[in-house]
């Protein structure tokens, strides 16, 4: 059973920072594709950034380009997610997701993702 549990989220002014952090019980976080999707009130839930598990390589939303940076510490076994220059449009409930299964392949949608934490809530103020 993989468990994850988000943390670092809060009330920032936009043009602040946060760093989020996902703590991942599983026994090595590289075979995993690890991710962020954010789901604000109203609206369906939306990738933000990944590391692929081909690989390691990275990727981000078009809205998350240039300002957020998603990395992990295999040894700690945690996913990070570095985000600059917020704005009120940040605004959200941010979840860690991680899937085994993407070995070749890669996905956006967050169908395809079978584990999730429990979400963190970000709040930016204008």
């Known amino acids: 059973q993989v468990h994850l549990v988000e943390s670092g989220g809060g009330l920032v002014q936009a043009g602040g920072s946060l760093r989020l952090s996902c703590a991942a019980s599983?026994?090595?976080?590289?075979?995993?594709?690890m991710a962020w999707f954010r789901q604000a009130p109203g609206k369906e839930r939306e990738f933000v950034a990944a590391?692929?598990?081909?690989?390691?390589?990275?990727d981000y939303a078009d809205s998350a380009k240039g300002r957020f940076t998603i990395s992990r510490d295999t040894a700690k076994k945690t996913l990070y997610l570095q985000m600059n220059s917020l704005k009120p449009d940040d605004t959200a409930v941010y979840y860690c997701?991680?899937?085994?299964?993407?070995?070749?392949?890669?996905?956006?949608?967050?169908?395809?993702?079978?584990?999730w934490g429990q979400g963190t809530q970000v709040t930016v103020s204008s």
């Open positions: 590391i692929w598990r081909s690989g390691g390589s990275t």
């Open positions: 997701a991680a899937d085994s299964s993407f070995i070749y392949s890669r996905s956006w949608r967050n169908d395809d993702y079978a584990h």
């Open positions: 599983v026994r090595t976080l590289s075979l995993y594709t």
